[in-house]
């Protein structure tokens, strides 16, 4: 069940008022289904809510399990429940402070709605300005007439991210409005609202819709248009709020760094003074590619990762001063003085062993051209890189001398692994822009190892591309060869060794849109963890990693062939 509009209750002293929500909280009650809500204000939120804030870790796009089966999506996020694709807006519009969306959280859904595939589900609060342009008039309730109610920031954003089905409360009317053609999109999108609970006029307050995902649909059936659509309201595009009017950003928010975004003004190709492009330094990709106005800078992409400040590494200062939880610093460097791409320096790759931004705390085991770590973030909890001790781009550059090497630390691991009753799985992505080669090593439980196969060529016809299989004949060693053979220095790739041995490679255009983590993103996908996609979703303490890589020694050590 989702849930749009005011979750909590409208008396300030209701906590222990009958079904108040405060009775799920403390367990005098339980919520019977998984239950999602963006209505996350009223008297009684912030109180209610503190505790789980507190709690929460990661970005947490799924939502934060208030208590069992309620989950609170805060801010704006998108994450896939059953498959389906889901956006939402927490929140509505005000000021600022708890219970309303800031700007970072607009900015945040006008970067998502640039990501390829189609949004099936789009959850706000606030009605969208225009929606009712170009409707049937005739029998439409005085309330959806009435022009209080709405918000344009919500309307432009429905128009950017274009949704199948856009479902907002808040307005005290339930309303299905036909379904609008979109523009620059095959399919037509269904806008519902819905009236409050308990309402006196018995308006509709509940809908059930059994939508199948866009992402498992037929091209005929995405391209279906109902006789009675209608052309997009959104087709001129609502004004936009003047800044002065716009949400001010509560000072707490620090889950993720959009707020830094200046989404219109990069949109817009209003560069200036060579500044880092934030959807490249963010996700290590752009969908306009050499014809982005911004910088891709990949040394960028890997100091965002380590949670450095992008005003910092943009400007060279950041405007929170100490309110910000961002790192404001290079390897001790307090700022940066040049704008413009940097060379390489080894010194600042956090996997060089002699660097000091290296978080020795992971590394498992060292050899001569090796050495393995727990993955920062990791999918699963015996995730592995292994890394050349030398700085280099790829493995498959490495001397052969070193690639034996590997070849024993990948046998060490598949022996590990076996014993806890799984298979492994290898990937790496390499790019002209790579500073520091990582091979990764995921354990997957033998019962979906034959499923590796078909899942990666899955996901790669999804991507509109196929694997090509080296060498399908032949050994895991051999096909390696094979790919070593192959491979140029200046070629972008990716591959995944599979358990069986084979291997399965993409060249990757130049102007080829490649997500960074797709093998992860896979691998997520098979061992039903989507919501560990992101690696940072999944950071943990240094204390817990510390704890983590202890265990992991202790059962590798009869293995490690550095012992």
């Known amino acids: 069940m989702l849930c749009v509009g005011q979750l909590f209750s409208p008396e300030a002293d209701a906590e222990g008022a009958p079904g108040d929500v405060a009775d799920y909280l403390v367990g005098r009650a339980t919520v019977p289904i998984p239950t999602y809500f963006t209505g996350d204000y009223g008297p009684?939120?912030?109180?209610?809510?503190?505790?789980?804030?507190?709690?929460?870790?990661?970005?947490?796009?799924?939502?934060?399990?208030?208590?069992?089966?309620?989950?609170?999506?805060?801010?704006?996020?998108?994450?896939?429940?059953?498959?389906?694709?889901?956006?939402?807006?927490?929140?509505?519009?005000?000021?600022?402070?708890?219970?309303?969306?800031?700007?970072?959280?607009?900015?945040?859904?006008?970067?998502?709605?640039?990501?390829?595939?189609?949004?099936?589900?789009?959850?706000?609060?606030?009605?969208?300005?225009?929606?009712?342009?170009?409707?049937?008039?005739?029998?439409?309730?005085?309330?959806?007439?009435?022009?209080?109610?709405?918000?344009?920031?919500?309307?432009?954003?429905?128009?950017?991210?274009?949704?199948?089905?856009?479902?907002?409360?808040?307005?005290?009317?339930?309303?299905?409005?036909?379904?609008?053609?979109?523009?620059?999109?095959?399919?037509?999108?269904?806008?519902?609202?819905?009236?409050?609970?308990?309402?006196?006029?018995?308006?509709?307050?509940?809908?059930?819709?059994?939508?199948?995902?866009?992402?498992?649909?037929?091209?005929?059936?995405?391209?279906?248009?109902?006789?009675?659509?209608?052309?997009?309201?959104?087709?001129?595009?609502?004004?936009?709020?003047?800044?002065?009017?716009?949400?001010?950003?509560?000072?707490?928010?620090?889950?993720?760094?959009?707020?830094?975004?200046?989404?219109?003004?990069?949109?817009?190709?209003?560069?200036?003074?060579?500044?880092?492009?934030?959807?490249?330094?963010?996700?290590?990709?752009?969908?306009?590619?050499?014809?982005?106005?911004?910088?891709?800078?990949?040394?960028?992409?890997?100091?965002?990762?380590?949670?450095?400040?992008?005003?910092?590494?943009?400007?060279?200062?950041?405007?929170?001063?100490?309110?910000?939880?961002?790192?404001?610093?290079?390897?001790?460097?307090?700022?940066?003085?040049?704008?413009?791409?940097?060379?390489?320096?080894?010194?600042?790759?956090?996997?060089?062993?002699?660097?000091?931004?290296?978080?020795?705390?992971?590394?498992?085991?060292?050899?001569?051209?090796?050495y393995c770590a727990l993955a920062k973030g990791p999918l699963v909890p015996n995730h592995v890189l292994m890394i050349p001790v030398e700085h280099c781009p790829s493995t498959l550059m490495m001397p052969s001398e070193a690639e034996v090497e590997l070849g024993r630390y990948k046998n060490a691991l598949v022996k590990y692994f076996e014993k806890q009753g799984k298979t492994t799985v290898f990937f790496e992505w390499v790019s002209q822009n790579s500073r520091h080669a990582n091979l990764q090593a995921v354990p997957v439980p033998f019962p979906k190892a034959d499923a590796v196969n078909k899942i990666f060529h899955l996901a790669a016809k999804k991507l509109g591309f196929e694997f090509s299989v080296v060498n399908p004949d032949g050994g895991a060693k051999v096909a390696r060869e094979s790919l070593i053979s192959q491979s140029e220095s200046k070629s972008n790739l990716f591959y995944v060794e599979l358990p069986e041995g084979k291997i399965l490679l993409h060249n990757i255009d130049s102007n080829e849109k490649f997500p960074a983590q797709f093998g992860r993103e896979v691998l997520a996908g098979l061992l039903s963890m989507a919501d560990r996609a992101d690696w940072r979703n999944c950071k943990l303490s240094k204390e817990e990693e510390i704890q983590m890589v202890d265990d992991f020694k202790h059962g590798f050590r009869e293995f490690d062939p550095a012992e």
């Open 44 to 370: 009684t939120a912030p109180r209610l809510l503190s505790k789980a804030a507190a709690g929460a870790r990661g970005f947490a796009p799924g939502g934060i399990e208030i208590c069992p089966n309620l989950f609170w999506l805060r801010g704006s996020n998108r994450f896939t429940l059953h498959g389906l694709s889901v956006v939402y807006l927490s929140g509505k519009k005000g000021p600022g402070g708890p219970g309303c969306y800031s700007q970072d959280d607009v900015d945040a859904l006008r970067a998502l709605a640039e990501e390829p595939g189609i949004v099936d589900l789009f959850l706000t609060n606030e009605w969208p300005t225009g929606v009712v342009n170009g409707a049937d008039t005739s029998n439409m309730p005085n309330q959806v007439l009435d022009p209080h109610g709405y918000d344009p920031v919500v309307a432009e954003l429905v128009a950017e991210i274009k949704p199948r089905y856009h479902i907002a409360g808040t307005k005290g009317v339930f309303y299905s409005r036909e379904p609008y053609v979109n523009d620059s999109a095959a399919h037509v999108t269904r806008f519902i609202g819905l009236a409050n609970v308990g309402n006196k006029e018995k308006q509709k307050f509940i809908h059930a819709i059994s939508p199948t995902p866009a992402s498992t649909m037929s091209s005929a059936d995405i391209h279906a248009k109902p006789p009675n659509s209608t052309l997009s309201p959104y087709a001129a595009p609502a004004q936009s709020v003047p800044i002065e009017e716009a949400p001010k950003r509560p000072a707490d928010n620090t889950d993720a760094q959009y707020w830094r975004y200046d989404v219109k003004r990069q949109r817009q190709g209003e560069a200036e003074g060579g500044r880092l492009c934030f959807k490249f330094t963010s996700s290590g990709s752009c969908p306009r590619g050499s014809k982005c106005n911004f910088r891709h800078d990949e040394e960028a992409v890997e100091h965002y990762q380590r949670n450095v400040c992008f005003d910092f590494l943009n400007k060279g200062k950041c405007e929170r001063g100490p309110e910000c939880k961002f790192a404001h610093s290079l390897s001790g460097d307090t700022s940066i003085r040049d704008s413009r791409p940097r060379r390489r320096v080894e010194s600042r790759c956090w996997f060089c062993l002699s660097s000091p931004d290296v978080e020795s705390h992971l590394v498992i085991s060292i050899g001569e051209a090796y």
